[in-house]
């Protein structure tokens, strides 16, 4: 038996290996043709280190495209948002976790089931009442609509109902209102949710794509994933070294956030999904 659990342990380590090179492979790929010089890129053959690193692509797509502006339009976005989500989701999981109310459950039922109704479902209505705020092509239209979220309401209250009601209790006993039992008590205990919420709020926010496209019009206020288009006005011989290289650029702080938490985004994720 002891044979066979080893064997079965290598092949388990030989599959993921596997898998991780086919899914490490494009990631690798899009990389190294980013610092390939345009010979290398339209060559006959499939080369998976380039002869020798070109960094002028980087430099073209930092020096002479927008790219860094809507990476700063992105960054600040991407923040706001993770930070209006924390607070609001942070509040509403409180309520529905440790207050009582008439109609808590049905109102919870209601707010979980519209992560059912897909965004297109909505985004010509929702375009429509930022266009008669006048909202259009600011940070406010890019910002405001994604200020609370389902997925972090839910994320938090079920964080919360693994508290011991005990605590609770004892708080309210000792004068401990709910404000001050949720910024010194809840959140603090907290942690791994909210840092699991604020790293899948994140990627989200960061990887936006029909939102802005519809309600950004100028470099001032275009995030990167509209503004990598920018980079197929380039020489066709050179475009796919640029675009590559600002896909590099943009996609590294995901990764990088994705990467840094993902331990803590895995545990946040799968506490408290089994208890009601």
């Given at each position: 038996?002891t ?18 090179l ?7 790929y ?11 890129v ?11 690193i ?26 706001a ?5 924390i607070?609001t ?25 519209t ?5 297109e ?29 389902a ?10 109902m693994?508290?011991?009601k ?11 209102g ?21 790293i ?11 939102w ?10 275009r ?5 990598i ?28 956030a ?12 799968t ?5 009601e």
């Amino acid at each position: 038996m002891t044979g066979l659990r080893k064997w079965e342990t290598r092949f388990i380590w030989i599959m993921n290996l596997v898998l991780a090179l086919i899914i490490f492979f494009p990631i690798w790929y899009m990389f190294i043709t980013s610092i390939m010089d345009s010979s290398d890129v339209f060559s006959d053959k499939v080369m998976l280190f380039p002869s020798y690193i070109y960094i002028d692509n980087i430099i073209k797509v930092l020096t002479q495209t927008p790219i860094p502006r809507y990476l700063l339009n992105t960054i600040i976005v991407s923040c706001a948002i993770v930070f209006l989500q924390i607070i609001t989701s942070s509040l509403a999981a409180y309520a529905f976790a440790f207050m009582e109310f008439r109609g808590k459950k049905l109102l919870f039922i209601l707010t979980i089931s519209t992560m059912m109704v897909p965004g297109e479902a909505t985004i010509i209505a929702n375009y429509l009442t930022v266009s008669t705020w006048k909202w259009l092509d600011t940070y406010r239209v890019l910002i405001i609509p994604f200020a609370a979220s389902a997925m972090g309401i839910f994320i938090m209250r079920q964080f919360y109902m693994t508290f011991a009601k005990e605590i609770k209790e004892a708080a309210t006993i000792d004068g401990c209102g709910n404000f001050r039992f949720l910024m010194e008590i809840a959140v603090p205990l907290s942690k791994p949710a909210v840092g699991a919420f604020g790293i899948y709020s994140f990627i989200n926010a960061w990887n936006m794509y029909m939102w802005p496209l519809l309600v950004t019009n100028s470099d001032a206020t275009r995030t990167v994933q509209i503004g990598i288009n920018r980079l197929r006005d380039a020489d066709a011989t050179q475009s796919v070294g640029l675009i590559l290289a600002g896909v590099v650029i943009i996609t590294l702080p995901a990764m990088i956030a994705f990467i840094v938490g993902q331990k803590q985004l895995v545990v946040g994720m799968t506490t408290g999904s089994v208890k009601e």
